[in-house]
């Protein structure tokens, strides 16, 4: 099954679903309107896309529900106008939901937070429509890329030491 989540830099939250039983993340974008969008295009906001990210994986090994939990522990929720140092649409939160049961569940998620905050989350839930892989220099980055990788994620705020 495949899942896709936008949480701000696609570099910072590859990594950590590969912990958890997915079998394949790729970087890319979605909820603009241009056809095969560029980094270079939608990092500049120009496009309208999202970076995100899709995650193949069993729902016998890591459900919908967990995926969604490990999405939100990597994220600011509450933060609408970007993500860490990351600002503008392109870098903002979005689950792009395939059925409804995954619509319902994300719903469900995000109404506890609130609940749980009292504050209100910014998180866009949309209807997926279509997946553009991000350029293969961007795939598996924190591989290709150990100490920009690292780097990127103290500078950003995500990690502290």
């Known amino acids: 099954m495949k899942a896709y989540f936008a949480g701000g830099c696609f570099w910072c939250i590859t990594p950590i679903y590969k912990i958890y039983g997915v079998s394949r993340v790729t970087a890319g974008y979605c909820g603009g309107d241009e056809a095969d969008p560029s980094y270079k295009d939608v990092k500049a906001q120009k496009t309208g896309h999202r970076e995100t990210i899709e995650l193949d994986y069993d729902p016998?090994?890591?459900?919908?529900?967990?995926?969604?939990?490990?999405?939100?522990?990597?994220?600011?929720?509450?933060?609408?106008?970007?993500?860490?140092?990351?600002?503008?649409?392109?870098?903002?939160?979005?689950?792009?939901?395939?059925?409804?049961?995954?619509?319902?569940a994300a719903a469900k998620k995000i109404a506890g937070i609130e609940r749980e905050t009292g504050k209100k989350v910014e998180?866009?839930?949309?209807?997926?429509?279509?997946?553009y892989p991000a350029e293969e220099e961007h795939q598996d980055y924190y591989l290709k890329n150990p100490e920009a990788f690292e780097k990127e994620m103290r500078e950003s705020g995500r990690r502290s030491d």
């Open 60 to 104: 016998s090994v890591v459900s919908y529900e967990q995926l969604l939990d490990i999405f939100l522990a990597n994220i600011d929720p509450f933060d609408a106008e970007g993500q860490f140092i990351d600002r503008g649409h392109s870098y903002t939160a979005a689950i792009y939901y395939q059925s409804e049961s995954e619509r319902a």
């Open 123 to 131: 998180i866009s839930l949309e209807a997926f429509s279509v997946f």
